[in-house]
């Protein structure tokens, strides 16, 4: 377990030392106590997280016995793939790296999928989560105060689809670049918005995260084997650690708070139901229709302490859905409210309509592809912002 503690200790004294030396001084500075700790001030390395999670993954498989240590190569290709090393998905050792010895075979490469998933990846980021972040968003978090409940509900629901727009669209790019070296990357999203309970939406959003939480701690800590408190625990602080994980700051332990209190509450009411013999929620189209608008609502809600600079950032953004009432403002327009309700739409598009895509694209040929990839490029680059940001989750 030594290279768990060094891993560990890695990620902690790069990402987490000051956050907690300046807690741990704001505490020590409210009872008049001195001696304040003192701070590293060290530069984040860009992915560290997410490289953190597969060595903890690679050293806990072979420790288990489900993985056998792999040659020095092998395990440092594995480490640091560059299609998912700044930001996922979060391969599993043991899915990856048989992957290396087997001999790559240029005709089997499935190159019309990965041209849809990083073009799409592209539409997703530029067209979209740039735009939003752009014409409403940022300004809605820096200066709430100057914002209507209008626009507060609108800037609210245009975090929601950029923040999956933005990370979805990393993930289907490196997807897409691995499919064309030949090599398989795990899915990351699946229609999260469509889900019908929190629980459903942690199994289609950053799903490669998910299971990790899942199978190397939630399971550890004893999962639902021992009894429903410990159960309702478990949740609770597998998501607070979940939270802490995509940043050192108050507002990310808070919103994995929310996800672990809202999971606790949420199975401890379907124990309730299954003990009184009721019937689920969703067996009505009506009761599954408040199930999406409830869950949607909650994640939503739950963004703005994700996106906030600070707790308070976050409350005075809350604030204004009710005290900026009686005014609409300008910063609603009509591409703004079409992105959002489109980012929403698409997640109820059936699986088999985007297979059919891809299905359509390969029939196509090579010349064909070759022309709507560069048209499409060529609308990308006139109809997207005249710069882009970095991807939102560099930062983790």
């Not at 003192?38 to 420790?63: C, E, H």
């Not at 923040?163 to 070296?181: E, M, P, Q, R, V």
């Amino acid at each position: 377990m030594l290279a768990v503690a060094v891993n560990l200790a890695t990620l902690g004294v790069f990402k987490y030392f000051d956050f907690f030396a300046l807690s741990l001084n704001g505490v020590l500075a409210a009872f008049g106590l001195g001696a304040p700790l003192p701070l590293l001030r060290i530069a984040l390395p860009v992915g560290i997280s997410f490289l953190v999670f597969r060595m903890l993954t690679y050293v806990i498989d072979i420790y288990r016995g489900q993985l056998t240590p792999a040659p020095a190569l092998d395990f440092a290709v594995y480490t640091v793939f560059f299609p998912y090393l700044l930001a996922g998905p979060i391969a599993r050792a043991r899915e990856f790296l048989p992957q290396l010895r087997v001999p790559r075979d240029p005709r089997a490469v499935d190159s019309s999928r990965a041209f849809v998933l990083i073009l799409g990846g592209l539409v997703k980021k530029l067209l979209i989560a740039d735009y939003l972040s752009t014409h409403i968003v940022g300004g809605l978090f820096a200066s709430p105060q100057t914002y209507s409940s209008w626009e507060t509900f609108w800037g609210i629901l245009a975090y929601s689809v950029q923040i999956y727009c933005d990370f979805s669209a990393y993930s289907d790019i490196a997807i897409g670049i691995a499919l064309l070296l030949g090599f398989e990357l795990p899915e990351n999203f699946a229609a999260p918005y469509a889900a019908r309970t929190i629980q459903d939406f942690w199994r289609r959003w950053h799903i490669t995260l998910s299971s990790w939480l899942r199978d190397y701690l939630y399971i550890p800590l004893g999962g639902n084997r021992k009894g429903r408190g410990r159960t309702y625990a478990n949740l609770v602080l597998t998501f607070l650690l979940g939270g802490l994980w995509h940043g050192a700051g108050w507002t990310f332990v808070f919103w994995g708070l929310l996800h672990g209190v809202g999971l606790a509450v949420e199975r401890a009411r379907m124990d309730a139901r299954r003990s009184q013999g009721l019937p689920e929620p969703g067996a009505t189209a009506g009761g599954r229709a408040l199930q999406h608008l409830g869950v949607f609502a909650f994640v939503s809600l739950a963004w703005v302490f994700f996106r906030a600079e600070s707790l308070g950032n976050a409350v005075a953004v809350l604030w204004r859905l009710v005290a900026g009432l009686g005014s609409f403002g300008t910063a609603v327009t009509l591409p703004v409210m079409a992105l959002c309700v489109l980012g929403v739409a698409v997640q109820y598009v059936p699986r088999r309509g985007v297979e059919a895509l891809e299905a359509g694209f390969s029939r196509i040929g090579w010349a064909g592809q070759g022309v709507a990839l560069a048209l499409a490029l060529f609308l990308i680059d006139m109809l997207g912002p005249a710069g882009s940001a970095e991807f939102l989750y560099f930062k983790f």
